[in-house]
């Protein structure tokens, strides 16, 4: 059997928050502690994996940054080190076949070269790639066999720089719906979750947005992680951004590696001011099952794409909401149409006018809240499951597998 392993990290936000709440885990052993972790579906913990198995590949999710975790497996296995020797170690065990590197930012890009000789049987790697990307991402991405983006425009951006890539959007785990307790009242009018991130490429539309309709006196939940500098701040590391790249252009002298990645891995530091209104009524972030049981809660969710997206409709948001039964009112996309039916499975807006007036007209028509919301919840079980992409992604290592090993059987 096939073994692939994907090397992923998790909000940091979402790791503290779950030893807060479950702070015994940190004594379990590693398998307990491990299962516990991912049953809470940050990001979906290992749903993919899972389903893999079931597919026919041994598919395991190896994490980069829960401390804990990782810590508690080298104390059962007598190993010492930092937490990057430990992973290293845990995926040299596993002996794959596939790496998915979905964390870009834990392997310097000579050190995929490394892993080839290193795992005798490893025949593909992988990159993911679903986020701005940046100089040393696409270093990392130049050293994989071909990267999976989950859009189209993502896509075909790699590919103008020869990276060869394929396209799968992210699905929805319909098991979910057995473990949130049903709440048919759905006492929240309209919720918003997700980040407010300053740098290009984020999130300066989606703070436009949700600060128009706070003004306009609409009840919208905002859960989120905000995050911005300072003027000042964001002018001093942009000072510093500039000297350490002219240090590393001139190259005067070797860098460490760790600011080398800090320069190749970000972009120029950009200022954005986060609204009075957000900062005042934003409560913090919340993630996992936490995070679907509000939007079982919830009558209709507001989505905004990172500015990234462009044209193309993308983010978890469209599948999360539609799976856990909101009615979803999401930023128009070009392609949109393609995964839902505008106006009966789901409402697009263009701009925030168009946003503010649509949530009220919802709102003064509760059955055509739940009309939306019925229809997108069963075109998302339909098509976009978490099961349908994995056979997608199968069918993926399926045909690379065979076109650089044809006389295998896989």
Not at 50 to 75: C, H, K, S, Y
Request: aromatic share 12%; glycine share 6%; net charge neutral.
């Amino acid at each position: 059997m096939l073994r692939y392993i994907k090397i992923a990290s998790f909000y940091k936000q979402a790791i503290d928050a779950y030893y807060r709440t479950f702070p015994d885990m940190e004594t379990e052993n590693y398998e307990t502690q491990y299962r516990h972790f991912m049953d809470q579906c940050y990001s979906w913990g290992d749903v993919y994996e899972r389903e893999l198995t079931d597919i026919g590949i041994d598919a395991f999710l190896l994490p980069t940054n829960v401390d804990p975790l990782i810590r508690q497996w080298a104390l059962e296995n007598n190993i010492e080190g930092t937490l990057q020797d430990i992973v290293l170690l845990q995926l040299k065990e596993f002996t794959p076949d596939i790496i998915y590197i979905d964390d870009t930012s834990f392997f310097a890009p000579y050190r995929i070269g490394d892993l080839r000789k290193e795992i005798p049987r490893l025949k593909l790697i992988i990159g993911g790639c679903c986020s701005p990307y940046n100089t040393y991402t696409l270093q990392v991405y130049r050293q994989c066999d071909f990267v999976i983006c989950c859009c189209k425009q993502l896509s075909e951006e790699l590919r103008k720089m020869d990276i060869r890539t394929y396209v799968v959007m992210h699905g929805f785990d319909s098991s979910i719906l057995s473990k949130i307790n049903d709440n048919p009242n759905r006492d929240i009018d309209v919720l918003f979750t997700g980040s407010i991130m300053s740098g290009r490429g984020f999130h300066r539309g989606r703070s436009e947005l949700i600060n128009a309709i706070l003004r306009s006196g609409i009840n919208i939940h905002v859960y989120g992680n905000i995050t911005a500098d300072k003027f000042l701040t964001t002018t001093l590391k942009q000072i510093a951004y500039f000297f350490l790249l002219c240090i590393k252009k001139i190259n005067t002298f070797s860098l460490p590696e760790s600011i080398s990645r800090r320069i190749g891995g970000k972009a120029f530091p950009q200022y954005l001011r986060i609204p009075y209104l957000i900062r005042k009524n934003a409560k913090p972030p919340v993630f996992g099952l936490e995070m679907l049981g509000l939007l079982k809660r919830s009558k209709i969710c507001l989505n905004a794409h990172g500015d990234i997206a462009v044209d193309g409709a993308a983010n978890m948001r469209l599948f999360e909401a539609t799976g856990m039964g909101c009615c979803l009112v999401t930023d128009w996309k070009i392609d949109m149409c393609k995964l839902f039916d505008d106006g009966a499975e789901v409402i697009t807006y263009q701009d925030a006018e168009d946003c503010i007036n649509k949530l009220k007209w919802l709102l003064d028509h509760p059955d055509r809240i739940r009309d939306i919301a019925e229809a997108g919840q069963r075109r998302c079980l339909r098509d976009y499951t978490i099961l349908e992409r994995s056979r997608e992604i199968y069918e993926i290592l399926k045909k690379e597998l065979i076109q650089r090993f044809p006389e295998a059987s896989f």
